[in-house]
């Protein structure tokens, strides 16, 4: 399959908006290798600011600008992001409502690189989800991570934005839209089972779905790329077509794309919810495909669980 | 738009009548800190009205302003005293602080109240805060500058001292960072909470201009701040205070970081700070 930097992606975003905002600031924790950015650092010095290996710092500086009007993006881990700058992101920016963007690079252990657990965002989604007025936007491949930059600066207020490691599979056609709080369906055979999934694990889902249906099942597959705000409108009807759901993320089951879609059930519209994920623990250094093997997002795996669902 | 130029007594009187603003607005909802404000109160009143900071309470959001960052939020009940004075809040509003629907929060918060530049209160982070306000307002040439007032505990957060990594970077000369050194945190002398001081060889270490002023003396602390204004890079006061200051029974009390007093004790500091029990 053929891969792209969700990274690289990002850098390229801020180009994009650089063209007619001026008001962008690249603040950096040395996170700029991260996104690739040393051509525009070159281009636009003044519009970087780096502070070293210091993410609380990083966090709460970027609230700073933010206050003086100016729009920081803030590159780091999606692990050191969320976590480590985790005070600084719900006190500093979420709480006063400021204008800061959070870019979390290795979001799930597929895009871990190898590094292992302590380098991939595993619980970035449900902890960023859980501050009141952040928008969480999970894009699933380097075309729509271009479209989710230039989107997100669109909104006043705190956006947290989950990439990749820099080999993403490519998945959507180059010209697909990313409409923030729009959902999109990617697979149809009929509706006995909704597939719900957002990142680098759609090819997976597709693939299952192809399966389902050459067996006679009736599945769609939508890709919820807006975590929150959760576009419970647009969702609600294919619970309630559906005899059971799925939710495929590469995230711990808690607190991600999992839970919210059982929030949304469980207070709209009833309906199994099968979370496939890592299944509360931690991964491990590996590929992609050996971690995504050995932890369950595979479409035979999918397949299977959709198969007792609907039983 | 500069406040006027006042003389050393008026701005004694002025520091004595926020005092007992804080005295007042603590009584009434049984609430706050009245030794870390008080620590802070000479400080505040030359930044707000030494004509120090310029400010204009008809635009509190103009962005050529200068900022101010109260790093140690849970002194803000001065603070909001000194916005209360200066015309940024209504008189009137000072008895709803910490209570419900009330602007005052019980730390502040820049989206609810007038004249606040950053929400503060979890200790260190203002001073992070006030690096990037400093570097974005140079990034877009502005001459406005930035006053952080900070504790001396909460020097013991790591995120202080990546900010001043970041400051010393950037040479940012419009940056002054001024230190409440009262000597005391939450849980007693910082000497034996957390051991290690050396506030002035620190600060050295971290390439900042540093000079020590007496914190409750206002020609000393007026012309700390005219250096540190005047300084090529960023610059920092240590300056020392007394916790509790202006309140005989206060002062050298740790109890009173947070603590409420009785009516005699409230009876008593009221005839201190020249008030009366209304
Ligand atoms: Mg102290």
Redesign the pocket.
Same mark, same amino acid.
């Given at each position: 399959m053929r891969t792209e930097s969700t990274r690289r992606a990002v850098t390229e975003g801020l180009y994009d908006i650089m063209e007619k905002d001026k008001s962008l600031v690249l603040v950096s924790s040395d996170s700029t290798l991260i996104i690739k950015a040393k051509d525009f650092m070159e281009d636009f010095p003044d519009h970087v600011m780096e502070l070293g290996i210091s993410e609380q710092a990083a966090m709460a500086a970027a609230a700073g600008i933010a206050s003086t009007g100016m729009k920081p993006v803030y590159v780091s881990y999606a692990v050191f992001a969320s976590q480590r700058a985790c005070e600084q992101f719900r006190n500093a920016v979420a709480y006063p409502g400021l204008n800061v963007k959070v870019v979390g690079a290795n979001g799930g252990m597929g895009s871990g690189e190898r590094e292992g657990v302590t380098h991939q965002g595993l619980e970035d989604i449900g902890i960023m989800r859980a501050i009141p007025g952040t928008t969480v936007l999970s894009p699933s491949d380097a075309g729509q991570v271009r479209k989710a930059v230039s989107a997100m600066m669109g909104i006043d207020g705190p956006v947290y934005l989950r990439i990749g490691s820099g080999k993403d599979p490519v998945f959507w056609e180059e010209d697909t839209p990313f409409e923030i709080g729009k959902p999109k369906e990617f697979f149809r055979s009929g509706e006995d089972l909704v597939i719900f999934t957002h990142g680098f694990v759609l090819p997976a889902v597709r693939e299952a779905c192809e399966k389902l249906a050459a067996s006679g099942v009736g599945v769609c597959a939508v890709e919820v790329g807006t975590i929150k705000p959760l576009n419970e409108k647009a969702l609600k009807p294919y619970l309630e077509n559906c005899r059971a759901s799925l939710v495929v993320e590469d995230h711990n089951v808690i607190g991600g794309l999992g839970s919210a879609v059982c929030e949304m059930s469980a207070a709209l519209c009833p309906r199994p919810v099968i979370r496939i994920g890592l299944q509360d623990r931690f991964s491990e250094s590996g590929t992609p495909e050996e971690l995504f093997a050995k932890y369950g997002i595979t479409p035979e795996n999918i397949v299977n669980k959709a198969q007792e669902a609907l039983k | 738009m500069k406040g006027k130029k006042w003389e050393k007594q008026d701005l004694e009187d002025m520091a004595r009548l926020l005092r007992k603003d804080v005295l007042e607005m603590i009584m009434n909802v049984s609430d706050g800190h009245p030794g870390?404000a008080y620590?802070s109160a000479d400080i505040i009143t030359a930044l707000y009205f030494g004509g120090i900071l310029t400010v204009d309470p008809e635009r509190p959001d103009w962005e050529d302003r200068d900022r101010f960052v109260l790093s140690?939020g849970h002194a803000c009940p001065l603070l909001y005293a000194a916005l209360m004075r200066k015309g940024f809040i209504p008189e009137e509003e000072r008895f709803t602080l910490r209570k419900i629907n009330s602007r005052l929060q019980g730390h502040p918060d820049m989206a609810k109240t007038p004249g606040i530049d950053a929400t503060t209160g979890p200790l260190g982070n203002g001073l992070a805060m006030a690096v990037g306000m400093a570097w974005a307002l140079k990034q877009q040439k502005k001459d406005s500058r930035v006053f952080v007032l900070t !504790? =001396? !505990?909460e020097l013991q957060e790591g995120v202080v001292w990546e900010a001043l990594q970041a400051a010393a970077k950037y040479r940012l000369n419009n940056l002054v960072i001024i230190v =409440? +050194? +009262?000597?005391?945190?939450s849980g007693g002398l910082?000497d034996e909470v957390s051991g290690i001081m050396s506030l002035r060889e620190k600060f050295q270490a971290f390439r900042l201009e540093t000079k020590e002023i007496d914190g409750h003396d206002f020609d000393d602390i007026l012309g700390g701040l005219d250096w540190a204004v005047a300084c090529n890079g960023p610059a920092l006061l240590i300056a020392h205070t007394v916790?509790g200051k202006g309140i005989d029974f206060m002062e050298e009390d740790n109890s009173w970081h947070k603590r409420v007093p009785t009516a005699e004790e409230y009876a008593s500091g009221l005839a201190q700070l020249g008030g009366a029990v209304l």
């Open positions: - | 870390a620590s140690k !504790g =001396d !505990g =409440d +050194n +009262n000597r005391r945190q910082i916790k």
